[in-house]
């Protein structure tokens, strides 16, 4: 079976003139070269974002990187993820991508309707329109730590297309005892989507926990592939993090799924050896991923706030 090219290039600056020069390198790399007139959705990772430049969430001179590489291209171009707390449109405020957004003439995915789709494990999930009915969804990671699945990369980061506070209840439903049922939705949603493509955002990635509250891990780093199986076996070598510490590896690799090993994968320009990953801390214990009534009412409780403007 032909290997799957994974991208890494070294870049230590948010200025997004470099980012959009390393797009253009990553994405030849990949093979990945979307039509003129496609409209693409950049998915970051909006988890709740608090400040401006949240560490938690990709940063928004990233995503204005991405966009002019695709602007340039002759795409339309939607930004839109699905926070668990709050709107979409509430953290692009905050995080200060709506001016980006409004200085690029970028559209903002609302990600409110939503489709019911079956996953290969059998559980239905709410996946929001938006995402289903662009021609490529760009999937826009953020490198960090994750104290429920030590890791979160480019397959954890596609939860965001189920709506928010379904977010929540799908932890406290399918989170019980080794949290099996919820590592199989996060492994199956991937291929709800399949024409996707993950550029992760490792410039200055997040470490020791997570998904909020970590502190900044200086790694310098983008990533691309159209696999983000394929793409999360690698940036686990870059990090130096054993592959059977992640619930979602070991899942990929009780299936049998092609792209979990690094032996599946070509490097046309970095390879994983080429970073330093001394120093970069993992949770030793993770948390349960069950969520508490209390926690999904909370999220709840927030989206209707700001929806009646309280």
Sequence with gaps: MKKINVAFASINTYQPDRICQQVAGLFEAVGFCPAYGDQVLLKPNLVAPAVLNDLACTHPQFVE???????????????GDSPASGSCLHAVEILGLNRVVQRL??????????VPVELACGVTVSICRDVLECHHLVN??????HALVRVTLAVKNHFGIVKGWRKAMAHQVHGGGDGASFID??????????HAISLCDGITAMHVTGP???IPYDLQLMGCCQSPVALDAALLAVLGVAPDRSPLWCRFDQRGVY??????LYFPLLAPDDFDNQGFVVPNQLDSIRF???HV?????????????L
């Design 259 to 264: 792209g979990n090993d690094l032996a599946d």
């Design 297 to 309: 009412a909370g999220s709840l409780a927030k989206r209707l706030k700001l929806r009646l403007g």
């Design 292 to 294: 508490s009534l209390w």
């Design 65 to 79: 990187g991405v966009a002019r590489w695709f602007l340039d291209h002759g795409c339309r171009v939607l930004v």
């Design 140 to 145: 826009l990671p953020k490198v960090k730590s």
């Design 105 to 114: 003439g970028l559209g903002v995915a609302p990600f409110q309707k939503t």
């Design 212 to 214: 909020m509250g970590g």
């Design 185 to 194: 939705i996060l492994c199956d949603l991937p291929d709800a989507v399949p």
